[in-house]
């Protein structure tokens, strides 16, 4: 099953086997959205199925939770597990001071209340997700529906005195509807090219009446895990700054790979 696999795909997988190195018995997770965070929630199953992992997830937004109570995981309220030892999540983009770009699935607002309340957040991903500036990916801002198309006129306006290459911002779309999400909220895309001063930027999109948050996460992240297609692995740990590398095992495993119909 596992030669069906792309790069890409083998790249994300070994990056979510290693983030599982971070869970422990008894431990609250904050389980990602994405398509690496969703490799990470069937390892994660795997190991509460077959070793028995006593786990308790918090996932981040509603398909999450489905994979993760599809594949035996005990998902709980954030309100319920009240703080969690560890957020696994993937990101669209990091830079070298590990601040993300997330967003790209349209869950940034639930990944990021779940990270802030998390002792560590991991970040899951392949290298084409590292860049030098943060920006190239456009930027997810999750605003209220009410008056939508003036809070992007004031995003745009304000984009003008922001050290940023691009200003364009638009409506996501879901075919001829406005993506909706979780909480019932749409997403404008800035296009901005390469943000100056990511912290600058998190702050000042917060302050906009109708913004309700942005994808930019600032000092939130600890350790960036790199998947490569031939099964090695990158793990950068901000903290202790340290940079660890091993080669994982590609094992084929039916179980893993059952539910693969995305
Ligand atoms: C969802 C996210 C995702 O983590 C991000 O889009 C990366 O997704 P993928 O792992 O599919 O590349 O922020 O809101």
Same mark, same amino acid.
């Given at each position: 099953?596992?030669?069906?696999?792309?790069? #890409?795909?083998?790249?994300?997988? =070994?990056?979510?086997?290693?983030?599982?190195?971070?869970?422990?018995?008894?431990?609250?997770?904050?389980?990602?959205?994405?398509?690496?965070?969703?490799?990470?929630?069937?390892?994660?199953?795997?190991?509460?199925?077959?070793?028995?992992?006593? #786990?308790?997830?918090?996932?981040?937004?509603?398909?999450?939770?489905?994979?993760?109570?599809?594949?035996? #995981?005990?998902?709980?309220?954030?309100?319920?597990?009240?703080?969690?030892? =560890?957020?696994?999540?993937?990101?669209?983009?990091?830079?070298?001071?590990?601040?993300?770009?997330?967003?790209?699935?349209?869950?940034?607002?639930?990944?990021?209340?779940?990270?802030?309340?998390?002792?560590?957040?991991?970040?899951?991903?392949?290298?084409?997700?590292?860049?030098? %500036?943060?920006?190239?990916?456009?930027?997810?801002?999750?605003? #209220?529906?009410?008056?939508?198309?003036?809070?992007?006129?004031?995003?745009?306006?304000?984009?003008?005195?922001?050290?940023?290459?691009?200003?364009?911002?638009?409506?996501?779309? %879901?075919?001829?509807?406005?993506?909706?999400?979780?909480?019932? %909220?749409?997403?404008?895309?800035?296009?901005?090219?390469?943000?100056?001063?990511?912290?600058?930027?998190?702050?000042?999109? %917060?302050?906009?009446?109708?913004?309700?948050?942005?994808?930019?996460?600032?000092?939130?992240?600890?350790?960036?895990?790199?998947?490569?297609?031939?099964?090695?692995?990158?793990?950068?740990?901000?903290?202790?700054?340290?940079?660890?590398?091993?080669?994982?095992?590609? =094992?084929?495993?039916?179980?893993?790979?059952?539910?693969?119909?995305?």
């Amino acid at each position: 099953m596992s030669g069906e696999l792309s790069p #890409i795909d083998k790249a994300k997988f =070994v990056a979510a086997k290693r983030s599982t190195d971070f869970v422990e018995d008894g431990m609250r997770v904050g389980l990602g959205t994405g398509s690496t965070a969703a490799w990470m929630v069937r390892c994660l199953g795997e190991l509460v199925r077959e070793d028995g992992l006593k #786990i308790r997830g918090v996932p981040t937004s509603t398909r999450t939770a489905e994979l993760a109570r599809e594949v035996g #995981i005990e998902v709980v309220s954030l309100d319920e597990a009240k703080w969690l030892d =560890v957020t696994i999540d993937g990101a669209d983009e990091f830079d070298g001071n590990l601040n993300l770009i997330k967003g790209g699935g349209g869950a940034l607002l639930q990944e990021k209340i779940v990270a802030t309340a998390s002792d560590q957040m991991v970040v899951i991903a392949d290298i084409g997700k590292e860049v030098e %500036n943060l920006g190239a990916f456009p930027l997810p801002v999750e605003v #209220i529906p009410f008056g939508w198309q003036t809070t992007k006129s004031l995003i745009e306006e304000l984009l003008v005195s922001m050290d940023v290459l691009g200003r364009d911002a638009t409506l996501r779309m %879901n075919g001829d509807h406005p993506f909706v999400t979780d909480e019932g %909220n749409y997403i404008l895309d800035l296009h901005l090219g390469r943000i100056g001063n990511p912290h600058q930027m998190a702050m000042v999109l %917060n302050q906009m009446p109708g913004v309700v948050e942005n994808g930019l996460f600032i000092d939130i992240c600890d350790v960036v895990i790199l998947g490569y297609g031939d099964g090695k692995v990158e793990t950068r740990d901000i903290n202790q700054g340290t940079v660890e590398e091993e080669r994982l095992d590609f =094992v084929e495993s039916d179980n893993l790979f059952t539910d693969l119909q995305e």
